[in-house]
């Protein structure tokens, strides 16, 4: 092999969470390779719920506005529907804004509003294009697509990476630090013999076992049956089949999935044949593309990783796609260690920042995977009666019942704001809280707070709902110096200790009384990921030693 290459970061895997990482360590100015073995990234579906912290990611990268023109067009709804057959009966209707709807919503919305990008729905295959775009027009990423890693190897002050490109001819490259976001198979999650712990698989008729994902086309099926009850997600529930088509273009496309069709079965009219059953009339229907997958598993992995080499994504957790939280997780582990790895690359990090990694990270990811599981465990106990379908007074009595569970569960899984935005760091060694007591962590609600810790509270500027007009807009790269008090306060020393230690810190003074009610202190230190790291109403006698301390040192 010739001379190793070298890069600072090295990511393994360019699906959604290292495309993500690359982008925001190019936004810290950290250059980064990422290796993928496909050739391009993949154009069969998978997620399509990008949830509000999510979102407001990807407006830190300008791309907020561009993601939610892809996938239904703005007027369709984002909700659920549940019927016994799609020509049958309707059990349940949960309608969500769309698009146009949410658009509308945040302009409209209150100046604490704390959504100013609430969730969207667009498959993960249309957002992971958009993002594969951006990334290789980025002077600081490298793609190497169709380029394999086969070996990882950490050594004294870099990171050893062995590639196989098209050529077959390997190639060896030499990182300060290596990411593995490259899924549940991860090379290099193995590589550090680290293992999943938690739950696998439920033994369940509902999204249970092994199950089955498909791309499908199925011309006519919205015009003839779904109509007005269309909604991005539109399950069947009788005791015969249970499945999901979710809608990806507002068409004829869907997103096919069941437990109730032999995901070992390589003939796709089986599966065509499950959704003309599903409809309870005949319907073409076009197999595009389908594999088999396993839901119901809530595994983190026992470890982070150490020293330079690091797990994010599938490769540190593995969802059920119950409430959409699993790709939403990745891209928070993303945010997370991306300015760390930038601080230890730039030499202003600590030796604990990128240990700190795992200490915030992995209790979220225990928190999320078993809130999915639990909505998993519960539409798998949702009864199906043989009487749903008749058209008797027991018939009507079993519908109503079992609509009212189905219309409590998807309510769930739809008003997840507390798991969207309620991830906290409260235990973190690089969080001084000063012994402020947490809000508590709720599944459906948010509550914001300017306790360390937390994601910042949001607030909007002046009169404007748009770009520009969000306090987040206002933040900096890396450290925010937020001054709330309407008298000057002195924040000097902070800058002084911030320049001595190269630490990048921006200055941002608000004088405006709801920012000072929201934080409820007059300075507030804001991480490079939008966390609260501390807060007092006055500088601390020694900003070196608070700066030293949420830097790792």
Known sequence: MDRPTRTPVAI?????????????????????????????????????????????????????PRVRELGLPGGHSAGISFFTRYSGHLLASLPWPGADAVRAGVAASERTEQLPEPMHRANQMYVERLLWERAGSRPNITLRYGHQVTGITEEPGHVTLTEQGRDGEPRSWRAEFAVGCDGGHSLVRRSLGIAYTGEGTLDQDVLGRRATAA????????????????AWSNWVVNSELALNLIALDGADEFFLLTSSADPDDTDDEA??????RAAGVPLEVEVLSRRAWTPGAALVAERFGAGRTWLAGDAAHLFTPNGGFGMNTGVD???????????????????????????ERRPVALRNTAAAREL???????????????????????????????????LLTLATTGVQLGARYDASPIVDAAGDAPPPDDFTSYTPSGVPGGRAPHL??????G????????FGTGFTLLSLCALHQDTSGFEAAAAASGIPLTVLRVQDPAARELYERDLVLVRPDQHVAWRGNRPPRDPRALLDRVTGH
């Open 467 to 474: 770009e520009g007009d969000s306090l987040y807009d206002r």
């Open 376 to 410: 998993n465990v519960g539409l798998g106990a949702i009864e199906r009666p043989p009487t749903l379908e008749a058209d008797t007074a027991e018939g009507a009595a079993a519908r109503e019942k079992t609509g009212t569970r189905l219309a409590e569960y998807g």
């Open 333 to 359: 582990d993303a945010a997370n260690l991306a300015w760390k790895l930038a601080a230890a690359v730039q030499g202003w990090a600590g030796p604990g920042l990128l240990p700190s990694y795992e200490a």
């Open 12 to 64: 393994v895997g360019g699906g959604p969470v290292g495309l993500l990482l690359a982008l925001f360590l190019d936004r810290h100015g950290v250059e980064s390779v990422v290796f993928n073995t496909e050739e391009s990234v993949p154009a069969e579906p998978r997620g399509s719920t990008h949830g509000a912290r999510t979102m407001e990611h990807y407006r830190r990268l300008g791309l907020a």
């Open 460 to 465: 909007w500027l002046g009169d404007g709902r």
């Open 271 to 276: 599966v065509a044949a499950l959704v003309r």
């Open 215 to 230: 791309h499908l086309r199925v011309p006519g099926l919205r015009e003839r049956f779904l109509r007005e009850r269309a």
